[in-house]
């Protein structure tokens, strides 16, 4: 039988893309965001900021003991990052896709890292991994106004106005 597209599961979820200070030092953002749009993904939250040492030591906090961690604070801090909520059907794994792989000279061409980075130390893109790690890094990166709830102008309820 037919039912609506927004009860099958997973449709709504969401995750964190950040575009890093090489992608907007590299003038990417708009390609970057072509890629999500031409996909299918719907952007419920979007920002340009220069992030905090606090910010950064709770969103990267597993990597505190690691040997680049304060190299990956300054690369992190070196310019504006632009971040984003996108939204849609397994957005999490499929951004992760869309991504690559963490090194770039690893990552397949198509992906973003793939196409647009040679080395891990700058890889011009942040994606959340997980379901659990969405949640926690949409929280940590946005304030509940700042996500917009939206239908497209060809949804029927916007229809007859
Ligand atoms: P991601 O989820 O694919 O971004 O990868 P991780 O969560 O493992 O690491 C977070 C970020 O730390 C990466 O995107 C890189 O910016 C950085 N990073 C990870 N591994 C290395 C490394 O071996 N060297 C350097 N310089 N940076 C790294
Ligand atoms: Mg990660």
């Known amino acids: 039988g037919r039912r609506s597209l927004s009860s099958v599961p997973g449709v709504r979820e969401r995750t964190l893309i950040a575009i890093k200070p ?16 031409q996909r299918g993904f719907k952007l419920v939250g979007l920002k340009m900021l220069q ?4 910010l950064l030591s709770q969103h990267y906090g597993q990597l505190r ?15 504006p990052v632009v971040a984003m909520v996108w939204e849609g ?3 999490i794994e499929s951004s992760r896709m869309m991504v690559g792989h963490t090194n770039p ?3 397949q061409p198509g992906t973003v890292r793939g196409d647009f980075s040679i080395h891990v130390s700058r890889n011009v893109v942040h994606a959340s991994d997980s ?4 949640q ?3 929280q940590l990166w946005f304030k509940g106004k700042e996500l917009l709830n939206w239908e497209c102008c060809d949804h029927a309820s916007t229809f007859g106005l």
């Open 51 to 54: 992030v905090s040492d606090d």
């Open 65 to 79: 003991t690691k040997p680049f961690y304060p190299g990956l604070l300054q690369y992190m801090t070196s310019g």
């Open 22 to 37: 090489d992608g907007v030092q590299r003038r990417l953002v708009g390609q970057i965001i072509q890629r999500f749009e």
């Open 105 to 107: 000279a690893e990552a």
């Open 136 to 138: 926690r890094e949409i």
């Open 89 to 91: 059907y397994k957005v």
């Open 131 to 134: 379901v659990e790690g969405a």
